[in-house]
């Protein structure tokens, strides 16, 4: 079936625009994170949904950082007013609930900031 | 807090040679492990994971990981490795009630040469 899907696959900014990042998880999966991925930082927790729960947002690195999910599917990863270090490359993961289940990673999405 | 300490960074070996990649934890309750592994452009994937039971877990494409609580070590071995084994390999942790994120180790990358 369909995997994880996210979109733009490449986004390129300037410094101190908005971007928004989507992700598709797969149907049926309860449970969406984010993570970033970088060449400084590895992959490090952002963001996680579970159902109606009230969403773990404890690696969101700044308040320019939020994401919404919305009817418990299509998940939006909204950065303002970019910096250069926002440069990375977004992951998508689903799991069909939360705790340790396998999660299942979109592309991902690589954001430069110029 | 947890985190996760991947100690080869670059591997290089040849075609048939046997590997060990090192992966160390901080945490002092129980875990899920997981070893997940990045091809060239595509997406991670989950090679193979230990939630309880026998701490020899087998995965994917001959590989396998020992869980060691004494040493809050799993290591990921393959007796005889292949080209298409070249990918980065990432170690990672989640703490059942800790909402499911996954902490990264910092990835080793390894080349096979034919």
């Known amino acids: 079936g369909a995997g994880v899907s996210q979109s733009p696959s490449n986004k390129v900014t300037e410094k101190g625009k908005d971007v928004e990042l989507r992700c598709d998880p797969i149907?049926?999966?309860?449970?969406l994170y984010w993570y970033r991925q970088s060449l400084g930082q590895g992959l490090e927790f952002l963001i996680y949904?579970?159902?109606?729960?009230?969403?773990?947002k404890s690696g969101l690195p700044s308040d320019r950082f939020s994401a919404e999910r919305t009817g418990g599917s299509v998940s939006t990863l909204t950065i303002q007013r970019t910096q250069q270090e926002d440069s990375a490359v977004y992951l998508c993961?689903?799991?069909?609930?939360?705790?340790?289940?396998?999660?299942?990673f979109g592309p991902g999405t690589r954001l430069t900031v110029l | 807090a947890q985190s996760v300490s991947q100690h080869n960074h670059h591997v290089i070996l040849s075609e048939a040679a046997s590997l060990e990649l090192g992966c160390n934890y901080s945490?002092?309750?129980?875990?899920?492990l997981f070893w997940y592994v990045q091809y060239p452009g595509q997406h991670l994937q989950l090679l193979l994971k230990?939630?309880?039971?026998?701490?020899l877990v087998k995965g994917i494409k001959g590989f396998e990981a020992e869980f060691i609580k004494s040493k809050f070590s799993f290591n990921l071995r393959k007796p005889s490795v292949q080209w298409s084994d070249t990918a980065e390999y990432f170690c990672?942790?989640?703490?059942?009630?800790?909402?499911?994120?996954?902490?990264f180790g910092q990835g080793t990358t390894l080349q096979v040469k034919p």
């Open positions: 993961a689903s799991s069909t609930s939360g705790g340790g289940d396998t999660q299942y």
């Open positions: 149907s049926g999966h309860t449970a």
């Open positions: 949904f579970q159902g109606n729960s009230a969403p773990d």
């Open positions: 945490y002092g309750g129980t875990v899920n």
């Open positions: 230990y939630f309880s039971g026998d701490p």
């Open positions: 990672a942790v989640n703490a059942p009630g800790n909402t499911g994120k996954l902490i």
